[in-house]
């Protein structure tokens, strides 16, 4: 059902994906805690692409890619790469497209995994677009309200910040209501 779809922002998921999602993390966070190998992606390259800094986020999807068996490229930040002489971001993901099977990228520029998804033929993930989406952030919070409430419906939510360039906030707060949550906003 998800193999190989490209994951751009919240609202593309369905509940019945977002069951699947949760499922198979519970499945593989059991798995990684019993020692099990996975190797799911074993002989893949995986490249992380990040033109903002970020510690968390990065080295998450990277252990995750090491723990699933593939091999990861990274790019950490723009300066190092092609786009501080000028390439366009379309060009630098169908030049990386051709190297991997996975591409995994944190950007400035609300959009952009947008224009990044439509220049790959790989599967591209969103790890954040300036102030737009940050699903992959929104399910792993899912997955922790699951965990810690045993449940995704009935809650109230409150968000507290920038409300209007927090990312995680846009992408979270979709879920929230596809879930049928009440959600307080506080800015």
């Known amino acids: ?4 779809k490209d994951v751009i922002n919240t609202a593309q ?8 999602i949760m499922n198979t993390a519970a499945s593989f966070e059991k798995q990684v ?3 099990d190998i996975i190797k799911n992606m074993e002989g893949q390259v995986v490249a992380t692409l990040f033109f903002e800094p970020s510690t968390r986020t990065r080295l998450s999807f990277e252990t995750a890619a090491n723990r699933l068996g593939a091999r990861v490229i990274t ?4 300066a190092s790469s092609s786009a501080a002489k000028g390439e366009s971001l379309a060009d630098t993901i169908r030049t990386v497209d051709g190297y991997v099977d996975v591409i995994i990228m944190r950007h400035p520029m609300k959009g952009s995994a947008q224009i990044a998804a439509d ?21 792993l919070d899912i997955y922790t309200i699951l965990k810690e409430k ?4 009935g809650l109230t939510v409150t968000f507290v910040g920038d409300l209007k360039n927090g990312r995680t906030v ?5 879920f929230m209501v596809l879930y049928g949550n009440k959600m307080i906003f506080v800015s």
Do not use: R, W
């Not at 059902?1 to 190989?4: I, S």
């Not at 846009?170 to 979709?174: A, I, T, V």
């Open 1 to 4: 059902m998800l193999k190989g």
């Open 33 to 35: 805690k019993g020692g």
């Open 75 to 78: 790019v950490a930040s723009a």
């Open 119 to 139: 220049n790959a033929e790989h599967p591209f993930i969103n790890a954040g677009d300036g102030a737009g989406q940050h699903p992959t952030q929104a399910l």
């Open 150 to 153: 045993g449940a995704l419906e």
């Open 13 to 20: 998921f369905s509940l019945q994906e977002l069951d699947l």
């Open 170 to 174: 846009h992408s979270l707060g979709y």
